[in-house]
């Protein structure tokens, strides 16, 4: 059974930047695509960007491209997301998520889902 403990979440004023990180443990993340989905109230869970099982394919949703960058250190079993120059717009409570296979999909196609962290985006 594959678990996540995310972490990196928090209040951070427009422009400001924040690292997510989501580790895993229970089973190897080598074969598992990672998402990283958000949700904000009254919204519903969208994904915000994913990682191939090397690392060498990557997507992210038009609202943060070229501001966030996701990663992945197989060797630590742990994904990032690296999210520069927040916008209010960004404040959710983020999810990483696996897949087992090679495409990103969609959520509903997410077999394990980590707890979640908060990004509060605010002056």
């Known amino acids: 059974q594959l678990q996540f403990v995310e972490s990196g979440g928090g209040l951070v004023q427009p422009g400001g930047s924040l690292r997510l990180s989501c580790a895993a443990s229970g089973l190897t993340l080598d074969y598992y695509v990672i998402g990283w989905f958000r949700q904000a109230p009254g919204k519903e869970r969208e994904g915000v960007s994913c990682?191939?099982?090397?690392?060498?394919?990557?997507n992210y949703a038009d609202s943060v491209k070229g501001r966030f960058t996701i990663s992945r250190d197989n060797v630590k079993n742990t994904v990032y997301l690296q999210m520069n120059s927040l916008k209010p717009e960004d404040t959710a409570i983020y999810y990483c998520a696996a897949r087992y296979g090679y495409q990103c999909g969609n959520k509903y196609d997410y077999d394990y889902w980590g707890q979640g962290t908060q990004v509060t985006v605010s002056s």
């Open positions: 990682i191939s099982t090397s690392g060498g394919r990557t």
